[in-house]
């Protein structure tokens, strides 16, 4: 029997005792907290990699529901992400951090725990160590599992001592001194400069309930059910850090979520008002905006819709989270920027330098025959004798304003990650094509409900100064590639140069929820392989109209055969920063020198 077919069986046989397994877990809890009327939500997946997973996360969430305040911590956690923390590493320290301050008092009056507990560490470890070594905090939580398993392990001296503050909770009673432990360790170890910009953990504390319900927990839930949003990131925030195993990765969330979300009447009325509200205001008409969705929104987008916008900051309807986020994301982009004048700078200057040499080579004067222009007296002789009424030579020259280039950047929550240096990149671009005066417009795009958001930072003909509002540019939600490259298209069309151009800046990963209105035709999930075979014919039928369509890939190399998939063999993989005007220049040298 292979691998997959044992997993598959081991899926079965659960599935089969899933009742009785979930009833176990469930008892197990109840009875170790002393509380029968706790509400419960098991993780009883992990039962189908080591039972001892999931039976040690019910001892863990009973005993620090026996011993702790835990809406107390899980609000605190809830409150460090809506200021911005980053929710893995944050979910990874917490788990840590209980594990330390309840498995020494439940052993005390179950010592069967121990073992529970060292078996669960040592499937885990089993399980997930590759995943858990790719990240630093992974590997804190390596070395408190092998020591848990084998005794005392070697590290170096400052994971030494993150695990020495963690132990520090095995005798605590206050929940407080969890909160301070793991806020310490964030500050500490992930976010050195979260403190200074966004506050201490009184700062933290302060956030207000009010606060909490006006910001959009979207890319935080696995379903959009907006009047409940901040109700299930507590419940989820509070079963997370009572897991043993590893948090499920971004490709495993993004498999949860390929569903379909039905919505009321109710809900479809509100939607419209919810995106004005966190994405500002449309610059199109009513009118412009559904015959824009009448002509796009066909095919896999039918029942979907397009909503203009110059970004919250520029629209805002009132003050709220969404607008505070975005002045955030703003402040952390133009301070990687700032890092990294002097590697931008030199990119803009080599991609401008390629564009105008390209330019110049187009723009120099060709003489060819023509019936006007100035005669030629070595062919006056053709005059009744030949049908060549060529007697003259012209000269031609071409211009940059054949050229119209539409950048399109994905804003989706998988962005979120290289947020700032996809900014980066996009201004990079700008900035070259605004030097050699090659008009251009760059936009970005995700997708909230049936809403795909097309964001403008700057349009075709604005100046210069405009290219600063690309550091606008903040990552959420879904992204629908496939109609916000249709959509690009179209802007396209409408632009007089005869060469038009589209840069797609994407990390390979189209995914989108698809809401279902009532008596809708219902859309399947835009997700997987039926969004990358959608993407890409989009791409064929842009560049079939004569449109050339670069990639720009930005994403994870696991994505990269997708990329591929969608651009053929006009994408670029930037690597490093380094290299990205070299690497962009080479493809748009090409479109400018080939096209006749």
Not at 405 to 417: E, Y
Not at 578 to 593: D, E, H, T
Request: one cysteine or more; aromatic letters at 10%; hydrophobic letters at 35%.
């Amino acid at each position: 029997m292979d691998q997959n077919e044992h997993k598959e069986k081991e899926l079965e046989e659960f599935e089969e005792y899933r009742y009785e397994i979930e009833n176990r877990v469930r008892n197990l809890c109840w009875t170790v907290s002393g509380d029968y009327s706790l509400n419960l939500k098991l993780d009883t997946i992990s039962y189908t990699k080591s039972p001892y997973i999931s039976l040690y996360d019910a001892v863990k969430q009973g005993a620090f529901s026996r011993y702790f305040d835990r809406d107390a911590f899980g609000l605190y956690l809830v409150k460090k992400l809506y200021l911005g923390a980053d929710e893995q590493p944050l979910t990874n320290l917490a788990q840590m951090a209980v594990d330390s301050a309840v498995y020494r008092k439940i052993s005390g009056e179950r010592p069967g725990v121990l073992e529970i507990r060292r078996k669960a560490f040592s499937d885990t470890l089993d399980h997930d160590f590759s995943r858990l070594a790719s990240m630093y905090i992974g590997q804190i939580k390596i070395s408190v599992m092998q020591e848990a398993v084998r005794g005392e392990v070697l590290v170096q001296s400052r994971m030494r001592k993150a695990m020495d503050r963690l132990k520090s909770l095995e005798d605590t009673r206050e929940v407080m001194n969890i909160i301070r432990v793991v806020d310490e360790l964030y500050n500490w170890l992930v976010d050195p400069y979260f403190e200074r910009n966004h506050g201490d953990l009184e700062k933290v504390l302060s956030v207000t309930t009010e606060e909490l319900k006006t910001y959009s927990w979207r890319d935080f839930l696995e379903e959009e059910a907006m009047e409940e949003d901040l109700v299930q990131v507590m419940n989820r925030v509070e079963q997370a850090v009572t897991q043993t195993a590893e948090v499920p990765s971004e490709q495993e969330k993004r498999e949860r979520r390929m569903k379909k979300i039905v919505v009321d009447e109710e809900a479809v009325s509100k939607m419209y008002s919810y995106i004005e509200l966190n994405y500002g205001r449309s610059y199109l008409t009513k009118g412009e905006q559904e015959r824009l969705n009448r002509t796009l929104c066909r095919g896999a987008h039918a029942d979907c819709s397009l909503y203009y916008t110059d970004g919250i900051l520029s629209g805002m309807v009132k003050r709220n989270y969404q607008s505070e986020y975005a002045r955030r994301a703003k402040s952390d982009n133009l301070r990687v920027y700032g890092h990294n004048t002097r590697v931008a700078r030199r990119n803009i200057e080599q991609l401008s330098d390629t564009l105008r040499r390209s330019l110049t080579v187009r723009s120099e004067r060709e003489t060819v025959r023509s019936e006007y222009g100035s005669i030629v007296p070595a062919r006056l002789w053709k005059p009744g004798r030949s049908r060549d009424r060529k007697l003259f030579d012209r000269e031609i020259k071409k211009d940059s304003s054949e050229f119209v280039v539409h950048v399109l950047i994905d804003a989706s929550g998988s962005q979120k990650s290289r947020q700032s240096l996809v900014a980066l990149q996009g201004y990079i671009i700008s900035e070259a094509l605004s030097i050699v005066g090659i008009p251009h417009r760059v936009m970005g795009f995700c997708t909230f409900w049936d809403y795909t958001v097309m964001q403008r930072f700057r349009d075709y003909d604005d100046p210069r100064e405009a290219n600063k509002r690309i550091f606008e540019f903040h990552a959420s939600s879904n992204n629908r590639d496939g109609l916000a490259i249709r959509a690009a298209a179209a802007s396209l069309r409408e632009r007089p140069e005869e060469n038009k151009v589209l840069i797609v800046l994407s990390d390979g990963r189209p995914n989108d929820i698809i809401v279902n209105r009532p008596n809708s035709r219902n859309p399947a999930p835009y997700s997987g392989d039926y969004a990358v075979r959608d993407t890409a014919t989009e791409v064929r039928k842009v560049r079939a109209e004569g449109i050339s369509v670069l990639g720009v890939f930005a994403g994870e190399e696991q994505d990269l055969m997708a990329e591929r998939r969608i651009f053929g063999r006009d994408f670029a993989y930037i690597r490093n920063i380094m290299n990205f005007s070299s690497i962009v220049g080479l493809y748009l040298r090409r479109q400018l020198a080939d096209t006749p």
